[in-house]
């Protein structure tokens, strides 16, 4: 029965090593023994598959194991069998080898430490490929290296993105997003008690890009985003949210007496020349400043825009500070250029004329037409009341065209009575006078040869008027139509201007008028004006002829035409009319003996009386 039992064990024991074999075989995990003692090792058929050896021998020296270790792994491995010996505990080991064939493989090899029935140490374990697991964690490694390093780059381009979303290529400073956001942002910081804005415009910058070219202007807006940055702190913010358009926001700055040293400085320093090359260019500053104790940001940036409007207005180069009543006069100035921007499309511009007479006859030998609004509400307007905002918001022109057309027909409607009206002067801008377009458009008129005259208004052009300019009124001058410069004297007009434009007429400014009765200096300057023009054959009209003594001097120093209050005052197209048809009457009544202009002075003096009446 105990052998019976015996070779039942047995035999379950070979089965036992049959599936173990079978087991490692499919695990492909070779078994080993190291004999410290005697420098052997045993090894199982799948440790020699594993080595590339080719051999079955059970019995294998340490130095196959050695020589195949690969040389970079080769002290490590030795060091990790080293520790667990030392320790006689568990060996972990994992190292690269190279086959016969030069192939490399990553084995993991385990062992225990035991010591047999002699006591000789050794060490039994497992070794096994894992050449695929390291590669792949290998490949997993560098696609996470990849990722992250894709990740870091996109980071940085979405940072690139964001930061030239946000600010200005050219002087590196914010932009305009960045401001608005930063203001919206201040307005909720409860910690925010005073914001400052300082709304700065480059005064000549223009000039510098048109002399100097782009090169320069860049070089100018760095280094005015560079000055202005040094006059500001660190928790305050400068951006550039136009062409030459700066803006700093100051928080916290206190009062408004260092808000305004800020803004000098900011002022001064811009003033400072520029240098590009050889060459020192000069620019200044608008600067318009608001200031919010509240810490409520929400409107500053408009309102420093209307003070920065209103140092434009007045002449620029200065700072203005913003307050309520300036933005109600802007805003009421703003809507009356609404208004007067429809007034031509709307017939509300039309003209009144006042009259001009020969200095030594009284005839009457002209007529300016002077532009009135008759505004719906507030009835007939004169010039003082809106040819300065007509000026500042572009408008002349239009004005200009509207009165123009008036004129034309007022003067088409006197020649139907069968009145024969004297030459229309007419202003025009020297905006009108630029466009291209001006000769055509006159031309579709139809205006007959001497009915009208020009006067140009803007006598700044006639220093150094461009080629279109000196086009349009030679185009002008064919047409029939008289060119007169007004306001000669004033400081606008020069010699070179009249020897070059050879106008038909010049007017003498009303301030050398006014004291011609009183001043021999005033009398010997307007007696200098008439030589000088008589000289070029150019006729002097005398402006702001206020009483009959300036009308008896301006005639001995032989100014040609008299026009002025004492001549008449400015009169309505029907008043006009009237006038004719008296002058005509009179002529009429009148002796072929009698003296051709005594009819047209009484008749002067008569409606002079009528006008002050």
């Known amino acids: 029965m105990a052998e019976a039992t015996s070779g039942r064990s047995e035999e379950e024991f070979q089965d036992l090593l049959r599936r173990l074999e079978l087991a490692l075989e499919a695990s492909q995990i070779g078994v080993w023994q190291h004999n410290v003692n005697d420098q052997e090792l045993l090894w199982d058929p799948q440790m020699h598959r594993l080595y590339g050896t080719g051999r079955r021998s059970a019995r294998v020296a340490s130095d196959v194991w050695m020589n195949a270790l690969h040389p970079e792994d080769l002290d490590r491995a030795i060091s990790d069998f080293q520790i667990a010996l030392e320790g006689k505990g568990f060996y972990n ?34 070794e096994w490929d894992v050449t695929a697991d390291v590669l792949l964690n290998r490949e997993l490694a560098s696609q996470k290296a990849i990722a992250e390093a894709r990740a870091i780059a996109l980071e940085q381009s979405r940072t690139r993105i964001e930061h030239a979303a946000d600010h200005d290529y050219l002087t590196g400073l914010p932009n305009r997003r960045y401001f608005d956001r930063r203001l919206a942002e201040l307005r909720r910081d409860t910690s925010v008690e005073t914001v400052g804005v300082v709304h700065i415009d480059l005064d000549g910058f223009k000039e510098i890009n048109d002399k100097w070219g782009h090169a320069a202007g860049d070089a100018t807006l760095q280094s005015a985003a560079a000055r202005i940055s040094g ?37 001064s320093r811009l003033r400072r020349e520029v240098r590009f090359g050889n060459e020192m260019l000069r620019i200044g500053a608008s600067i318009g400043v608001a200031l919010s104790q509240t810490g409520s940001a929400g409107n500053l940036l408009a309102e420093s825009d209307v003070a920065l409007f209103q140092a434009k207005k007045l002449g620029r180069n200065r700072v203005e500070f913003f307050t309520p009543k300036l933005q109600a006069d802007l805003q009421a100035e703003r809507r009356l250029a609404d208004e007067l921007r429809l007034a031509p499309m709307l017939r509300q511009i039309e003209p009144f004329y006042q009259i001009q007479v020969d200095a030594h006859t009284r005839c009457i030998v002209g007529l300016e037409a002077l532009a009135r609004w008759r505004h719906p509400e507030r009835g007939l307007l004169n010039p003082a009341a809106f040819l300065k905002v007509a000026d500042e918001y572009g408008l002349t022109a239009e004005i200009d065209a509207a009165v123009l057309k008036c004129a034309l027909a007022d003067r088409a409607a006197w020649m139907s009575q069968g009145l024969s009206p004297p030459r229309i002067a007419v202003n025009i801008s020297g905006r009108r006078l630029a466009d291209p377009d001006l000769i055509e458009g006159l031309q579709a008129l139809r205006i007959p040869r001497q009915a009208i005259a020009f006067e140009l208004v803007e006598t700044i052009f006639l220093d150094d008027p461009d080629a279109r300019v000196l086009a349009n009124i030679a185009g002008i001058k064919e047409m029939g139509i008289d060119i007169e410069i007004d306001d000669f004297g004033s400081g606008h007009a020069s010699l070179l201007g009249l020897v070059r434009l050879k106008p038909k007429r010049l007017k003498i400014d009303r301030q050398l008028v006014t004291a011609v009765t009183m001043s021999d200096e ?3 300057l307007v007696g200098s004006i008439v030589e000088i023009a008589r000289a070029l054959n150019v006729e002097v009209v005398a402006e702001g002829v206020e009483t009959e003594d300036h009308a008896r001097v301006l005639a001995e120093v032989g100014c040609d035409e008299l026009q002025g209050y004492a001549i008449g ?3 309505s197209e029907s008043e006009i009319a009237a006038l004719l048809k ?8 009148r002796s072929p003996r009698a003296p051709a202009g005594a009819g047209a002075g009484a008749t002067g003096s008569a409606r002079r009386r009528s006008e002050r009446n």
Do not use: C, M, W
């Open 93 to 126: 080991s994992q190292f690269r080898i190279i086959l016969p064939s030069g192939e490399v493989r990553h084995l993991r090899s385990r062992a225990h430490y035991y010591e047999d029935a002699d006591g000789s140490p050794s060490f039994i374990g497992a």
């Open 569 to 571: 005052y400015p009169s």
């Open 582 to 589: 008296s002058v005509r009457a009179t002529r009429r009544r």
């Open 231 to 267: 006059a500001i702190t660190a928790n305050d913010v400068v951006a550039r949210i136009g062409g030459d358009e700066f803006v700093a926001a100051l928080v916290n700055v206190g009062n408004a007496e260092k808000l305004e040293a800020i803004a000098n400085d900011i002022f």
């Open 522 to 524: 005033q009398r010997r």
